[in-house]
Nanobody, 119 residues
Framework: QVQLVESGGGLVQAGDSLRLSCAAS????????MGWFRQAPGKEREFVAR????????LYADSVKGRFTISRDNAKNTVYLQMNSLKPEDTAVYYC????????????WGQGTQVTVSS
């Protein structure tokens, strides 16, 4: 597993923006995909977005499409999640994850960062 550390969460009002960061250990990430997931208390973990490290191909959940943007910084081995027009429904613990693109499941996970959106 690679080491992943999230940061950037906090308490904001509806309509505000946040940028989450995920710093990864210094491995070769070509052939990897990096994803963001979230989980609220009493609910299942859900997929938010992912980016293929080499190609930059992105994929978003319908619930965040048009509001969230995932990106990467190759020099810093860091993945970002820019979250705009936040809604109370976005309140959750957000997790960064990594996997090889040919694998089905993510097998490296960060500790999570709390995002709370008040109405």
């Amino acid at each position: 597993q690679v080491q992943l550390v999230e940061s950037g969460g906090g308490l904001v009002q509806a309509g505000d923006s946040l940028r989450l960061s995920c710093a990864a250990s210094g491995r070769a990430f070509s052939g990897y995909a990096m994803g963001w997931f979230r989980q609220a208390p009493g609910k299942e973990r859900e997929f938010v977005a992912r980016i293929a490290w080499s190609s930059g191909n992105t994929l978003y959940a319908d619930s965040v499409k048009g509001r969230f943007t995932i990106s990467r910084d190759n020099a810093k081995n860091t993945v970002y999640l820019q979250m705009n027009s936040l809604k109370p429904e976005d309140t959750a613990v957000y997790y960064c994850a990594a996997k090889k693109t040919v694998q089905l499941a993510y097998d490296s996970w960060g500790q999570g960062t709390q995002v709370t959106v008040s109405s």
